[in-house]
């Protein structure tokens, strides 16, 4: 259930802010690293 609903809400927030969602991601996934 939660997978899925994490598909949709990146299915929605890519449309939104389209290359500004996975840019956003991008830094998040930078920041994980660095913790």
Same mark, same amino acid.
């Given at each position: 259930?939660?997978?899925?609903?994490?598909?949709?809400?990146? *299915?929605?927030?890519? /449309?939104r802010?389209? *290359?500004?969602?996975?840019?956003? *991601?991008? /830094?998040?996934?930078?920041?994980?690293?660095?913790?």
């Open positions: 259930m939660s997978s899925h609903g994490n598909s949709l809400f990146l *299915r929605e927030s890519g /449309q802010l389209g *290359r500004v969602g996975w840019l956003q *991601r991008l /830094q998040e996934s930078l920041q994980q690293r660095a913790l």
